[in-house]
């Protein structure tokens, strides 16, 4: 009689990390992945290359190879970070999941503290940088992005978090069962409303490369995830709506009071021209924001998947 063969065992930690030009660092960072879990529990690190251009995926390739507990997922094409982290979270096991970025900027070393802190009676653990060691220019416009996506979305985020933390597993399922095409990872934890607590980590300078995301990067994320979050511009534009009609109240009350106390003038060219180009653009402004949301409509309505999977190594 065949033997069934055994189903493979639930580890305890699941480590999801979203690679991109890191080929140098995959290496340093599985194994102090798992010489600071390994004496609290079975670990499986998911690494997911988002078409990286460099060697990242063969570095992958290389260490799932040589060890079990490492799969590689390889994007068809760069699809960004967080859906890079959707490819990770929906493939992992484990009881707790730790999402970090490759390039080691926050310690692996931390990664028992949170952990600590979560069994303590929390589902989400997030880190906290202090003294970050990024450059002037990106911590402003990282501080810019999260104030204006705050104020946009009607949500409070905290400059000093990304997405380095740990996640009970009750987390991780109910973000794989949102069925939205835009994915960003902390804005979707956020939501889920589980209590959340936050531990301060250390933050490293960059040992390779540098940061994927500039401004435009960040704006054109900023804007998806505005318009995939919030409805809050619609609201902004109907609240402008109502201060230009008052406004032209006021201005027609004004003019019949004038023309019935004699002090009628010739209206200026000037001030005609300005009133016809400032409606019109604000108009136009409105209909390009209702534009947005309905071109957003028509990519939902497609339904296509938010990431294509090219290959996998030593799937779990």
Not at 215 to 235: E, T, V
């Amino acid at each position: 009689m065949p033997q069934l063969s055994a189903a493979p065992i639930q580890p305890l930690f699941s480590v999801v990390v979203p690679v991109y030009c890191c080929a140098e660092c995959v290496a340093e960072l599985a194994a102090r992945v798992f010489t600071v879990l390994n004496p609290l529990g079975s670990v499986e690190l998911i690494l997911v290359c988002d078409a990286s251009p460099d060697a990242s995926w063969a570095a992958i390739k290389a260490l799932a190879t040589s060890d079990p507990r490492v799969h590689g997922v390889l994007l068809s094409r760069n699809f960004g970070q967080h859906y890079a982290i959707a490819a990770g979270l929906e493939r992992s096991r484990g009881e707790w999941v730790y999402v970090m970025d490759c390039d080691l900027q926050d310690p692996p070393e931390d990664m028992p503290a949170l952990y600590a802190a979560a069994i303590a009676g929390f589902d989400v653990v997030l880190g906290q940088r202090h003294n970050r060691q990024d450059h002037a220019l990106k911590r402003f416009n990282s501080a810019l992005f999260y104030r204006t996506l705050g104020f946009l979305t009607d949500t409070r985020f905290d400059p000093s978090t990304a997405n380095f933390g740990i996640y009970r597993r009750i987390v991780i399922d109910t973000i794989n069962q949102m069925p939205e095409r835009s994915r960003f990872f902390p804005l979707m934890v956020h939501w889920t409303g589980f209590n959340s607590s936050k531990v301060p980590v250390k933050h490293a300078r960059r040992a390779h490369g540098g940061s994927s995301y500039s401004l435009g990067k960040l704006l054109r994320l900023g804007i998806d995830i505005i318009l995939s979050y919030s409805d809050k511009p619609l609201r902004l534009v109907v609240n402008l709506g109502f201060v230009i009609s008052l406004l032209s109240i006021v201005i027609a009350g004004s003019a019949v009071v004038s023309y019935f106390a004699g002090d009628v003038t010739v209206a200026g060219f000037t001030s005609l021209v300005a009133s016809i180009w400032l409606l019109g653009g604000i108009l136009l402004s409105s209909v390009g924001v209702v534009g947005l949301y309905v071109g957003r409509i028509h990519q939902a309505v497609k339904n296509r998947p938010y990431y294509v999977v090219q290959a996998i190594e030593n799937h779990p």
